[in-house]
């Protein structure tokens, strides 16, 4: 629906996990309305944890605020129209992020 029209404003992924975060974000686009911000997240979370492992958050929405803790490298916040989608592997605290890269980050490099 809106591909090629992304705006990534935060992200630690690597440039092939960004890739597969926006064009599931355009599916989800494609198979339900933006109105759908539940059903757009479980969508991208789904499909995350299917190719990354288990562990994904999906928040989507026009207006929000987060502070969350992440595996390095499993973070990207990007805009899609006036819908912005916060993706993220969570992390049991700041040492488990700094200490332990995500395993999606090691399937990726493997």
Sequence with gaps: MLEGKAIIV??????TM??????LASKALDVFDVTEATEIGRFIKKEFD???GPGW???VGTDFGSF?????GCF???????????????????E???KQPCAALEAVKA
């Excluded at 990007?78 to 700041?94: Q, S, T, Y």
């Design 68 to 72: 969350v803790t992440h595996c390095h």
């Design 10 to 15: 935060e992200t630690d992924m690597l440039q």
């Design 76 to 94: 990207i916040y990007f805009c899609l129209g006036n819908l912005a989608i916060l993706l993220f592997r969570g992390a049991a605290g700041p």
């Design 18 to 23: 960004q890739q597969d975060a926006l064009v």
């Design 96 to 98: 488990a992020e700094a």
């Design 57 to 59: 958050q999906c928040i």
């Design 50 to 52: 299917k190719t990354y």
